[in-house]
C-alpha cells in the first residue's frame, strides 16, 4: 500500500474503519483479493512476482497491511520483498509484539517499510524509521510512503474526508473507495523531499496516482464492526486506463 487512511475504535458502530490505496508498476503481476486456497483463513491480494501481500485479513483477527517508505537515496536492490512481512505476520502464530521485536535484528536488510498490524482490538505500528513497537489509541491516523500520520497534502485530505463520513451513522465502503479517487496534484510549495525529482514527486503527489507506466493498482475499503462482522471491498484498476474489476466480501471474526 502507498497511501492508508483509517479511524480505529471512535466510532459508535465501527471498531475499525480503513481505507488503502495500493501504489505499484503496472507490468507487475498480481492477483485480485480472495480467500487463498493454501490458506482459506486469509483474505487478501497477492504479489505473483514476490508471493507476499501489500494488506490482509484473516478469519481470527490477524490484521495487517504495509506501505514502503520512500526514500530513494538509501534503496538497497537486493532487499527482500517487504510483501512477505505482511504475509509471514498473518500466516504466523506470533503476538505483534513478538514478530516485530524479531524483525529488528534483520531491519537493515529491508528498503524502509512501515507496518499496521496486529488483532483487531489490539493493533500496531511499525517502522524500518522509528522501530518502536506503537500501539495505536483510539483515532484517525494517515500512512503514505513516510512515517505515521506525517502531514503530506495526500495524507491531510484524506482524513480531513474521512472524518466528515464517521458522522453518519452507517459507513458505505463505497464511499471509502470514493475518497480514494481523488487525482489531484499537491501545490508544489506542499511537496515532500524524498529524493525524487520535482516532476516525480509531483506525479506521486495525488492520492490516485496515474503515469504511463506506474500507478494506483488497487482500492480497498475494510469495515469491522462491534460485533466482529466485516466488510472487505477492492476495486482493481488494470493499466491506468479506467477498467477495473470490483470485489466484495463478508465474514464474521471468530476467535
Known amino acids: 500500500m502507498c497511501l492508508i487512511v483509517f479511524a480505529y475504535n471512535i466510532h459508535p458502530k ?35 512476482q514476490a508471493g507476499g501481500t501489500w494488506m490482509g485479513i484473516t478469519k481470527n483477527s490477524k490484521f495487517a497491511a504495509i506501505t514502503n517508505y520512500r526514500d530513494l537515496r538509501n534503496i538497497k536492490d537486493d532487499a527482500p520483498s517487504r510483501g512477505l512481512l505482511t504475509l509471514n505476520f498473518l500466516l504466523g502464530d506470533q503476538s505483534a509484539e513478538e514478530y516485530c521485536n524479531s524483525l529488528k535484528n534483520n531491519l537493515t536488510n529491508y528498503n524502509g517499510f512501515n507496518l499496521i498490524l496486529g488483532e483487531i482490538d489490539n493493533l500496531f505500528y511499525f517502522s524500518t524509521h522509528k522501530e518502536q513497537l506503537q500501539k495505536l489509541k483510539p483515532g484517525i491516523y494517515g500512512l503514505s510512503n513516510a512515517t505515521l ?28 473507495i470514493s475518497l480514494l479517487s481523488d487525482t489531484l496534484t499537491a501545490k508544489d510549495d506542499k511537496l515532500p523531499d524524498t529524493g525524487v525529482e520535482p516532476e516525480l514527486e509531483r506525479t506521486l503527489s495525488p492520492v490516485f496516482i496515474q503515469s504511463p507506466d506506474y500507478g494506483t493498482r488497487c482500492s480497498t475499503a475494510l469495515l469491522i464492526d462491534n460485533k466482529n462482522n466485516v466488510r472487505f471491498v477492492e476495486k482493481t484498476f488494470f493499466n491506468g486506463q479506467g477498467t477495473f474489476s470490483n470485489k466484495d466480501y463478508n465474514f464474521v471474526i471468530s476467535r
Open 14 to 48: 465501527y471498531k475499525l474503519i480503513f481505507a488503502a490505496n495500493r501504489d505499484e508498476f503496472y507490468h507487475r503481476p498480481t492477483e485480485q483479493a480472495n480467500f487463498w486456497k493454501d490458506h482459506p483463513e486469509l483474505l487478501a491480494g497477492k504479489d505473483l
Open 149 to 176: 500520520n506525517v502531514p503530506w497534502p495526500k495524507v491531510e485530505k484524506c482524513k480531513e474526508v474521512l472524518g466528515k463520513i464517521l458522522e453518519q451513522d452507517e459507513i458505505h465502503p463505497w464511499e471509502l
